[in-house]
């Protein structure tokens, strides 16, 4: 095998260490040009890696109620940068989360911002809209120069 | 880009462009750390440090930015390995092997990767070696400072063989036997001929800078030279063991909630 058969078939085998190198993953099932808001009340807080997840049982017009799931970021990001810890969130209170939602439509989405009715705020990474994460856009970055 | 990230990537650019044109290595100068008493005269970094979380954010953006003005320049068979993994990563067939398993960013980058996160960094000096533990993948890295050179035919491993030695406060590291493959840049894999020389020192009483210098002849035209800080944190240490992976590689999330 020539050395750059070899790198390539490396690479193949090497494909899910390569996504490491990026954060986490590339929330490609997210929409992240969008921001939906709901309101509704905490259900659970998942302090958990990879990544945190919030779960809020929202209430509609019929008063038929979905637990929407918002993932965010690691324990570590969110402790250090954005002020959070693991009692961050307390089961029945009340939220409001805006969030860039599932391209599926289901019931969820990447976290950006939630509010609490005493006032405090809970930001992300994703409370900057443009925030992105995931690897470089085909063609773009990475050092294709003639 | 935004106007502020611009020039942030001015600065940078301006500042990779002092200095040695090779990775310059050699000249052990001052403590060497052989012994605890000489590890008491180098410099203190104790504490867990951390990249400052708009750098973080800046470099992201940097990378998906076209007019990146610092993106490592590949050579043909570099730009052709970086499409192939893009489009291995495409095909969602191929990236949601179950085989790869579902916790997969429980896995170190390795060497450069795993410096780039925004998780804590950890130095502890010992006889002859310094020693880094990182959150990210449980990453240890060892670093020789006893002055032997390096091994003829190293195994590779996802941290390489890396020999270090101090100029004064700053600490060299030269780092090989890289495994083949692991990523130079975010879906850029390299070759196994990887070299990679880091500078780190202490620039505050609270922050560390480390320049890198990344070689590697089959996948670069030219070495790759950046620079990341980190500061230290007031924090403790986070276990990244993973345990709660919904959505493993880009997949549609289990959205079963907590009881």
């Given at each position: 095998m020539n050395p750059v058969n070899r790198l390539l078939a490396a690479t193949a085998i090497l494909g899910t260490l390569s996504g490491t190198a990026w954060a986490h993953h590339s929330y490609a099932m997210f929409d992240q040009t969008q921001t939906v808001t709901v309101?509704?009340?905490?259900?659970?807080?998942?302090?958990?890696?990879?990544?945190?997840?919030?779960?809020?049982?929202?209430?509609?017009?019929?008063?038929?109620?979905?637990?929407?799931?918002?993932?965010?970021?690691?324990?570590?990001?969110?402790?250090?940068?954005?002020?959070?810890?693991?009692?961050?969130?307390?089961?029945?209170?009340?939220?409001?989360?805006?969030?860039?939602?599932?391209?599926?439509?289901r019931a969820g989405g990447a976290l950006r911002t939630i509010r609490l009715a005493d006032g405090r705020v809970l930001r992300t990474p994703r409370s900057n809209p443009e925030y992105q994460t995931g690897p470089p856009t085909a063609g773009a970055p990475g050092g294709v120069q003639k | 880009m935004s106007k502020h990230l611009g020039s942030v990537a001015a600065v940078f650019i301006t500042a990779l462009t002092v200095g040695a044109a090779a990775p310059a290595f050699a000249q052990r100068s001052g403590p060497q750390g052989e012994s605890y008493a000489s590890i008491a005269t180098l410099p203190d970094w104790s504490g867990i440090w951390v990249r400052p979380w708009a750098e973080f954010e800046e470099e992201n953006a940097r990378r998906r930015d076209p007019a990146n003005p610092n993106p490592p320049?590949?050579?043909?068979?570099?730009?052709?390995?970086?499409?192939?993994?893009?489009?291995?990563?495409?095909?969602?067939?191929?990236?949601?092997?179950?085989?790869?398993?579902?916790?997969?960013?429980?896995?170190?980058?390795?060497?450069?990767?795993?410096?780039?996160?925004?998780?804590?960094?950890?130095?502890?000096?010992?006889?002859?070696?310094?020693?880094?533990?990182?959150?990210?993948?449980?990453?240890?890295?060892?670093?020789?400072?006893?002055?032997?050179?390096?091994?003829?035919?190293?195994?590779?491993?996802?941290?390489?063989?890396?020999?270090?030695?101090?100029?004064?406060?700053?600490?060299?590291?030269?780092?090989?036997?890289?495994?083949?493959?692991?990523?130079?840049s975010p879906g850029i894999p390299s070759s196994g001929k990887m070299r990679i020389v880091e500078r780190i020192r202490r620039v505050g009483p609270a922050r560390i800078e480390i320049e890198t210098v990344i070689e590697d002849p089959v996948m670069l035209r030219e070495p790759w030279r950046y620079r990341a800080t980190y500061e230290r944190s007031t924090f403790g240490w986070f276990d990244r063991k993973c345990g709660n992976d919904r959505d493993g590689r880009d997949q549609e999330p289990d959205l079963t909630p907590p009881k």
């Open positions: 309101q509704g009340m905490v259900h659970a807080l998942e302090w958990t890696n990879p990544h945190i997840w919030v779960w809020v049982n929202v209430k509609d017009a019929k008063g038929v109620v979905t637990t929407y799931g918002f993932e965010s970021n690691a324990p570590s990001e969110l402790t250090r940068f954005f002020g959070w810890d693991k009692r961050s969130l307390t089961a029945g209170e009340a939220v409001t989360v805006d969030f860039a939602p599932l391209k599926s439509g | 320049k590949l050579t043909a068979e570099g730009i052709k390995a970086r499409d192939t993994f893009q489009i291995t990563r495409s095909t969602a067939q191929s990236v949601a092997d179950p085989a790869a398993g579902t916790c997969y960013t429980g896995q170190t980058a390795g060497v450069p990767g795993v410096m780039r996160f925004s998780f804590g960094i950890e130095f502890l000096f010992t006889p002859g070696r310094v020693t880094m533990l990182l959150e990210q993948g449980s990453t240890i890295r060892r670093i020789h400072t006893d002055g032997r050179p390096h091994t003829s035919d190293p195994e590779q491993s996802y941290v390489g063989e890396s020999i270090g030695h101090w100029e004064g406060e700053t600490l060299v590291i030269d780092t090989s036997a890289i495994e083949t493959g692991v990523p130079l």
